[in-house]
Structures are given as structure tokens and as C-alpha cells.
């Protein structure tokens, strides 16, 4: 009884390992041998995790470069948003918000995407919001209209952030993250 169980047992797994087999040479194109003899020919799969130590480019997370657009400035401390065909420019309404020029760029006389802007595209900083009052302590959403008029009214205008803070009236501190206004106007 004992053999027979063994058998068994032993019959089944072979069976499993040539589907394995089969799974992977269909998947990797008659690699299957090869990929049993050096398991890095082995399909990478989700759930795999690291054996050994993996370098990675990282990012800084609150800074990124955009291309502007021909003929045009962005001003230090403007909004910069994303004009439909990929470059940025000052932000004007409707516009994806990609954060605030961290410094001026001139390309008045370059053609689009000669000149990079770098923004922030996440923090908290003090705007001048109209209609903004001590009542707005409840994080209400900040819009922009363009590169420097900031309003509490959503209308047409592009979603930038949130109250973070009121300090004085017309005067609060805004918590924005481009990436999250942008899946925002997606959702």
C-alpha cells in the first residue's frame, strides 16, 4: 500500500513539473530547457522577490523638469501647468496643474521644449486665495485661474490643492501635489 501511495504521489508531481514545464516554454518562446538549467531565464513574475541586492534610479519626489513651450516665460513662483500637447507653460485655467517654477525661465526666443522648467510639484506653500476667510479650516479645495490668481471657486479654474492653514484673511497656507490634482480630474 505503502509503494502504491508512493507511486502515486511521485506520478502526480512529475505530471505538475511537466506542466510547470510546458506553462513556461509557452510563455518564454522554448526557453523551458534552458530556463531550468539558469533560473534567470525564468519569466519574472510579481510576486517574486529579491535574492540578492538591486541598485534603483530614484527620483526626488517633490521637484520634476518639464519642456516649455515656444515662445514664452515662466516666472519664479508661477503655477505651471501642461498645455494639452505635453509642454508647460504659465498655468491658465483649465490646464493641469504640474506644480510651482522653482526658478525663471526664459524661452521667448526657443522653440518648444528647447528650455526646461523645473517645479515643485508637491509642499505646502502661502498663496493669496480670494474669498478665502477664517471659516476655511476645512481644507477646501484651491483652484488657480492662472500663473498667480488663486480662488476658492472651481469653475473652469485648475485644481491645485487644499487649505492646509488659514493665516490671515485672503492669506493661507496650501498643501498641493500635482500628481494627486491630476488623478483628481481623472477620477
Given at each position: 500500500m505503502k509503494k502504491t501511495l508512493l507511486l502515486a504521489v511521485g506520478a502526480?508531481?512529475?505530471?505538475?513539473?511537466?506542466?510547470?514545464?510546458?506553462?513556461?516554454?509557452?510563455?518564454?518562446?522554448?526557453?523551458?530547457?534552458?530556463?531550468?538549467?539558469?533560473?534567470?531565464?525564468?519569466?519574472?513574475?510579481?510576486?517574486t522577490t529579491l535574492a540578492v541586492a538591486k541598485t534603483r534610479d530614484?527620483?526626488?519626489?517633490?521637484?520634476?523638469?518639464?519642456?516649455?513651450?515656444?515662445?514664452?516665460?515662466i516666472y519664479q513662483g508661477a503655477a505651471v501647468g501642461e498645455n494639452g500637447s505635453g509642454y508647460s507653460r504659465p498655468l491658465v485655467a483649465g490646464d493641469p496643474f504640474q506644480g510651482f517654477a522653482i526658478e525663471t525661465?526664459?524661452?521667448?526666443?526657443?522653440?518648444?521644449?528647447a528650455k526646461g522648467v523645473n517645479v515643485r510639484a508637491r509642499g505646502r506653500i502661502v498663496l493669496p486665495i480670494s474669498g478665502l476667510a477664517i471659516t476655511a479650516n476645512d481644507r477646501p479645495a484651491v483652484y488657480a485661474s492662472d500663473d498667480d490668481t488663486f480662488t476658492l471657486t472651481a469653475?473652469?479654474?485648475?485644481?491645485?490643492?487644499?487649505?492646509?492653514?488659514?493665516?490671515?484673511?485672503?492669506?493661507?497656507?496650501?498643501?498641493?501635489?500635482?500628481?494627486?490634482?491630476?488623478?483628481?480630474l481623472q477620477a
Open positions: 502526480a508531481t512529475t505530471v505538475a513539473l511537466a506542466l510547470v514545464a510546458i506553462a513556461i516554454g509557452l510563455h518564454a518562446e522554448g526557453t523551458a530547457i534552458a530556463a531550468f538549467a539558469d533560473p534567470h531565464l525564468l519569466p519574472t513574475m510579481a510576486m530614484y527620483q526626488l519626489g517633490d521637484k520634476e523638469e518639464y519642456p516649455v513651450i515656444a515662445s514664452d516665460i525661465v526664459d524661452n521667448s526666443a526657443g522653440a518648444a521644449g469653475s473652469s479654474n485648475s485644481l491645485i490643492g487644499y487649505v492646509s492653514r488659514w493665516v490671515s484673511t485672503g492669506i493661507g497656507v496650501v498643501e498641493f501635489d500635482a500628481a494627486l490634482a491630476k488623478a483628481a
